[in-house]
């Protein structure tokens, strides 16, 4: 029986160490595949970046520009004025063929090649005001070759010009938007950085959609180096298409901290493609004012969940009114797209083609409305008048609600403030410690709606004032004017 016992738990040891052995198996094993993947995912980043750069180099280009700027006459503070020396001197300061004063300044930049037949595309800054554009190609290529100024667009930085030559090596645009563009891919910049010739370097795209303060920004973020002379040139993903054109870096020395923007393709193409066709921009106009819908609009507006969409504050004569939009609307949906803020819809109106019939989906007292915008044309329309409402009671009222002193016109306060208003309530007096001092609202600003309404009176302002209150509201939406430039401010109610 004792051997048993012994046999059993030897077998039991034997079947222990097999199975510890089993673990210890699975455990490397599970290590290995670990390991590999580790391996397969650091193989993805590019070994080497020369045969890209041999690829697409040669349609890269250096730009030099010339101007002739206004200079200082004759060796100021040498010759006395009239002086018979002072000619001479004037000629060796300007050079030969060059007017009175005048001095030639030089720039450089970069920029690429876009079709066979000479086509090139820059930065609008790179080339704004020269006298003289040359273009020098990819060492080898043709130098010193002048450069026609097909057309510009200020709103983009982008600028195209023509050289005479045929059978150019080119590159295409590829999609800002799709695989390859990413945050976290990899992409490559070219140029004449600091005047030193053809230079590559590498990066990722760091982030997307950046805005510098432009109508159309639409900004790729890379830490690849860009300097003083990048501009203008191309920003490649790995398929050496062009995503991005170089136009600006952050910096608190004027040299690459690695943080420089390239206008994404999305919005050049486009810009491109007309300014071929037309030597300038043709941008969809939909004729409305419009602001962000800010969180604590909120509440204030029927139907809405969150802050999203354009908030229409002023609808002049144009493609909106014709469709019938209103002031106060918000717009949710523009041609199939969610809008999520005024810069988003700016953008998509603005890349729209001029005559286009575009749906459009607005919010309006809680309900959805679907209008039909037959697009104008922004350079052409965009200076419209607003017009102003001409009804004015003749017995004005005053009255302090919500922190504010508010009068009916006059043609007293009309003059004081500068109004170009004829009805409203205009703000006479704040108080500094109120939320509508906080929200930026100062004396002359005419409040000329609520609650999406017109109110001309104290007496209707109070009205729904007290409505929202009924509705179980918590603020209330007014929209103010000031110098004619019209936005909404959602202001708390009383408890």
Not at 86 to 103: I, K, M, T, V, Y
Not at 121 to 148: K, M, Q, S, W
Not at 390 to 418: F, M, N, R, W
């Amino acid at each position: 029986m004792e051997s048993k016992v012994i046999a059993m738990q030897q077998e039991q040891g034997q079947a222990r160490r097999l199975l510890v052995a089993g673990f210890a198996a699975l455990s490397l094993a599970t290590a290995f595949v670990f390991a590999q993947v580790t391996v397969v995912h650091a193989q993805e980043r590019p070994e080497t970046f020369a045969d890209l750069a041999e690829q697409i180099s040669p349609s890269v280009v250096n730009i030099t520009t010339s101007t002739v700027i206004a200079g200082r006459t004759g060796p100021q503070g040498l010759l006395p004025e009239g002086s018979p020396f002072e000619d001479f001197f004037n000629d060796l300061e300007r050079g030969p063929g060059q007017g009175p004063g005048s001095q030639r300044s030089s720039a450089l930049g970069s920029g690429f090649v876009i079709s066979e037949d000479g086509y090139i595309v820059t930065n609008n800054h790179v080339i704004e005001g020269a006298d003289e554009i040359l273009i020098e190609f990819f060492p080898g290529g043709e130098p010193g070759v002048p450069a026609e100024l097909i057309g510009t667009d200020p709103n983009t930085d982008i600028a195209v010009l023509k050289v005479d030559l045929d059978g150019l090596p080119y590159v295409t645009f590829g999609d800002s938007n799709d695989v390859g563009a990413r945050v976290g891919d990899w992409v490559m910049a070219m140029g004449n950085p600091l005047g030193q010739g053809f230079s590559v370097s590498a990066g990722i795209v760091s982030a997307r959609n950046r805005s510098l303060q432009g109508t159309y920004d639409d900004y790729i973020q890379t830490d690849a180096a860009i300097n003083r002379g990048n501009s203008g040139g191309p920003l490649f993903n790995m398929d050496g298409e062009v995503i991005g054109v170089n136009t600006a870096i952050l910096s608190p020395n004027g040299g690459s901290i690695g943080i420089g923007f390239a206008m994404s393709s999305a919005v050049v193409t486009n810009v491109v493609d007309q300014l071929i066709e037309f030597g300038e921009t043709r941008r969809g106009w939909l004729g409305v004012r419009i602001q962000d819908v800010t969180p604590d609009m909120v509440d204030a507006i029927d139907g809405l969940d969150l802050a999203r969409g354009a908030l229409v504050t002023d609808v002049p004569a144009g493609p909106a009114e014709d469709a019938g939009m209103l002031s106060g609307d918000v717009i949710v949906n523009f041609d199939g797209i969610e809008i999520e803020d005024t810069r988003e819809l700016v953008r998509i109106v603005g890349n729209s083609p001029v005559g286009k019939e575009v749906p459009v989906e607005v919010l309006r007292n809680g309900d959805t409305e679907q209008l039909t915008v037959v697009l104008g044309r922004r350079e052409t329309s965009e200076a419209v008048a607003f017009p102003a409402s001409s009804d004015v009671e003749e017995a004005p009222e005053t009255s302090d609600i919500l922190g504010l002193s508010l009068s009916e016109i006059t043609p007293e306060l009309s003059e004081q403030y500068g109004l170009d208003i004829e009805a409203g309530l205009v703000i006479t007096a704040i108080d500094g410690a109120s939320e509508a001092a906080s929200k930026g609202l100062i004396e002359g600003d005419v409040i000329t709606e609520a609650g999406q309404q017109a109110v001309t009176t104290v007496a209707e302002l109070e009205g729904r004032i007290q409505e929202a209150k009924d509705g179980g509201r918590k603020s209330i939406l007014m929209l103010v004017r000031r110098g004619g430039d019209p936005r909404f401010v959602a202001l708390p109610l009383d408890e």
